[in-house]
């Protein structure tokens, strides 16, 4: 069995970090007096996370970064170093939502999604991966979704990014093997963050289809954040490859591997018995 991981004195890059599960993994790494370089666009929400995590004792360092633009995440690594000595975990936990059936999203909504979801994740890899090699025990941790082993209807942009996502890091992950650096895959549940409120509808719905699509998806959102950041960094530590937060991602994902074409149908009559 593989000794855990000490985060203790290493530093973690975190995308997506003003909020939701970005925040709750910086805090639960603070705890575990991991330095921080947290990156979002969300300036306030990322000043809120730095002085919440700094309490702990470590050094924060806070940068506004979109992760779909290119030249930004390129030069990111620069000023990363500028704050820190070194980088050991990478943790792409950035991400939008996009609701809506195939035939009512508009083409420039599905790039918008996929720049940030799934794009983003490679980029941010591709720019650290040369100061993760540089250290002598690194971790790249990528965030998919339950919509990465389940592809539900009205989630054709959302699903196919995390499955993007997941194939990209498994692929990953076996190229890395013999290296010091490991890959996690994350797969959380029913998480209560805003990433449902946050969501863009379709141009054409109406209110009164946005605002029920809005409450059956907050109805799924059970989870707090920061039971979900500290499942994460236990995981970390443990270096497993493979995390479902949360119960409902564990039956999802038992439900899919038995029935892969049926599953839709198994988890529709369980939603129905509530």
């Known amino acids: 069995m593989a000794r855990p991981m000490d985060l203790a004195d290493r530093t973690a890059v975190i995308t997506g970090a003003a909020g939701g599960i970005g925040r709750a993994i910086a805090m639960s790494l603070a705890r575990r007096r991991c330095h921080l370089a947290l990156a979002d666009v969300n300036e306030a929400g990322l000043a809120e996370t730095a002085r919440a995590a700094s309490v702990n004792g470590v050094r924060v360092s806070r940068h506004r970064l979109d992760v779909a633009d290119r030249a930004a995440v390129a030069t990111f690594p620069q000023a990363v170093m500028a704050e820190h000595r070194s980088v050991d975990l990478l943790v792409s936990n950035a991400g939008v939502a996009l609701v809506g059936t195939f035939d009512q999203i508009s083409e420039e909504d599905f790039e918008w999604l996929f720049e940030i979801n799934f794009r983003g994740v490679v980029r941010m890899t591709r720019a650290f991966l040369p100061l993760l090699r540089a250290s002598d025990d690194a971790r790249i941790v990528n965030l998919s979704s339950i919509f990465g082993i389940v592809a539900p209807p009205g989630q054709t942009a959302y699903a196919a990014s995390k499955f993007a996502v997941r194939g990209f890091s498994l692929a990953l992950r076996h190229e890395l093997e013999g290296t010091r650096i490991g890959v996690t895959l994350v797969?959380?549940?029913?998480?209560?963050?805003?990433?449902?409120?946050?969501?863009?509808?379709?141009?054409?719905?109406?209110?009164?289809?946005?605002?029920?699509?809005?409450?059956?998806?907050?109805?799924?959102?059970?989870?707090?954040?920061?039971?979900?950041?500290?499942?994460?960094?236990?995981?970390?530590?443990?270096?497993?490859?493979?995390?479902?937060?949360?119960?409902?991602?564990?039956?999802?994902?038992?439900?899919?591997r038995l029935f892969p074409v049926s599953y839709r149908k198994i988890l529709e009559r369980l939603r129905g018995r509530g």
């Not at 959380?188 to 141009?203: E, F, H, K, L, S």
């Not at 946005?210 to 270096?239: D, F, H, N, S, Y």
């Open 187 to 256: 797969h959380p549940g029913g998480v209560a963050t805003d990433i449902a409120r946050n969501a863009r509808m379709p141009r054409n719905a109406s209110a009164e289809e946005i605002q029920k699509r809005l409450a059956i998806a907050q109805k799924m959102l059970i989870m707090p954040p920061e039971t979900a950041g500290e499942i994460i960094v236990k995981a970390i530590e443990r270096r497993e490859p493979r995390v479902l937060v949360g119960s409902d991602a564990k039956r999802v994902s038992v439900i899919e």
